[in-house]
């Protein structure tokens, strides 16, 4: 890490630090919507097959997601060491940490693709219907060859991210949704001289849309030049064992991290149908209008382990400090917001899903405890965002283990099962999980966070390889 200048440059003004946040946040925020409605156009394009096939590939996804998870955040291992390289101006750095990352993701599409090869026997060892895991194997597996695209799309997007290049990824994302919306069309029901290949073909639709983004992607860095001073040729240093060494470092918490809180609301999901069919689709809908609402804290959480992490290398450790509590501001913010809105308007939200009067009832029901949840969730997803730009990404691996597993679920499966709250008691559950990881982190990020990473004043001092975990 660099040693800060004898003149540090003065904090930026409050105003100042949340036009940067802004600037940084909304086109991730529009990128992660983007991401989102890939999914969503693909589930209402299957609906139109039949009740099976929308099943089958939701199961699909379950595990296609739930396994993937851990490649997805070996990428975000590159947080730290691009963000921070560029605060430090030091271009060959960020390229050499891009090409290990993709070299990574061509490793870890090797196992990846053995655990979706393995779709339908371990669904059918969960205790799906076989008929169902077939299909839903069918839909996954034809998804393999897109692994490395979709790992390398990830790897370059953190890239442009870390340098605060962020509105190329929102470009490329809007415009692979017009893609991914002719191919299903096309792949799902047939046209163009090809036949109508069901669920196959929602499976290929969306591995050519994985190509699409990293295709296109790499394109717009070319064309922009925003490799330029930032790309060394390629060369052995890309393979070194200790420069991929350094990213799992950094990324394994995060994979670990993102994992367990993936895995922990599939739980609720599972447990959710154990309740009842009413109680599912009510849980459904509560969980479906979160996610959709937690894209606004996650992109302003990604902005600041940007912000966050720009500054630490350019050794401005007061300012990232003060970055760091600005952008927890405003993720709680935009969660209140949201909030606000589920509390006021839940009848009319429910009433948007279903027409069924016992699930919107109890829809609107879970609501107003999601928007609790909602408050806990922007701070904890952006107390996420500034660990990993100061590439301590161990804590929140942690906090989530005992956040969800050892207080959530269990608080969670006592409230619906023994005291008989239903499926409400899951959410006071997932409430209650993200109510303790979210102080956990803000606790921590006073006491150990950028401010404390600054150096003792002395004569001279060499560079931290990697960040100290906390």
């Excluded at 109890?362 to 909602?374: N, S, T």
């Excluded at 997932?430 to 982190?441: E, K, N, W």
């Amino acid at each position: 890490m660099p040693e800060p200048s004898q003149t540090p440059a003065p904090a930026p003004t409050l105003g100042a630090e949340l036009r940067t946040l802004i600037r940084l946040a909304l086109p991730i925020v529009i990128t992660q919507v983007g991401t989102m409605i890939l999914g969503v156009v693909d589930t209402l394009m299957v609906g139109r097959l039949g009740v099976d096939a929308l099943a089958a590939t939701a199961l699909g996804n379950v595990w296609l997601m739930g396994t993937m998870v851990f490649g997805m955040g070996v990428m975000l291992g590159l947080d730290p060491i691009i963000t921070q390289a560029y605060g430090a101006d030091d271009g060959p750095r960020q390229g050499l940490a891009l090409q290990r990352g993709l070299v990574l993701a061509m490793l870890l599409s090797a196992p990846i693709a053995c655990l979706w090869w393995m779709t339908e026997p371990t669904l059918i060892a969960l205790g799906q219907a076989p008929e169902l895991a077939a299909l839903a194997g069918t839909y996954v597996e034809v998804q393999i060859p897109s692994i490395p695209a979709f790992l390398g799309f990830f790897a370059l997007r953190q890239y442009l991210q870390g340098r605060g290049d962020v509105s190329p990824a929102m470009w490329v994302i809007l415009g692979a949704n017009l893609v991914n919306v002719g191919a299903n069309e096309v792949l799902i029901f047939g046209g163009l001289g090809i036949p109508a290949l069901g669920v196959e073909g929602a499976g290929m639709a969306t591995a050519l849309t994985r190509y699409v983004l990293l295709i296109a992607l790499a394109l717009a860095v070319r064309g922009l030049r925003l490799h330029e001073g930032a790309w060394p040729r390629w060369s052995r240093a890309a393979f070194d064992p200790a420069g991929l060494r350094e990213i799992l470092f950094y990324g394994i918490p995060v994979g670990v991290q993102i994992g367990l809180e993936m895995w922990a609301f599939q739980a609720t999901t599972l447990l959710a149908g154990w309740v009842g069919e009413v109680s599912l689709a009510a849980h459904t809908i509560a969980l479906n209008m979160s996610s959709l609402s937690f894209m606004v804290p996650l992109g302003v959480g990604m902005a600041a382990v940007t912000r966050v992490g720009n500054l630490i290398g350019a050794g401005r450790f007061a300012a990232a400090q003060r970055g760091a509590w600005v952008a927890l501001g405003v993720g709680a913010g935009m969660s209140f917001l949201s909030a606000t809105l589920f509390i006021v308007l839940s009848d009319e939200i429910a009433g948007l899903y279903s027409e069924d009067l016992q699930v919107v009832a109890l829809a609107a029901g879970l609501l107003p405890i999601a928007a609790c949840f909602q408050l806990f969730d922007g701070v904890q997803v952006v107390g996420g965002g500034v660990l990993r730009g100061m590439g301590r990404t161990r804590p929140a691996a942690a906090f989530n283990l005992v956040g969800y597993y050892v207080l959530g679920l269990p608080l969670a499966i006592w409230l619906t099962f023994e005291v008989g709250l239903g499926v409400s008691g899951l959410w006071w559950g997932l409430t209650f999980a993200l109510g303790v990881i979210a102080l956990l982190l803000m606790f921590w990020i006073k006491r150990r966070g950028p401010a404390s990473m600054a150096p003792p004043e002395r004569p001279s001092g060499g560079a931290s390889g990697q960040g100290a975990q906390g």
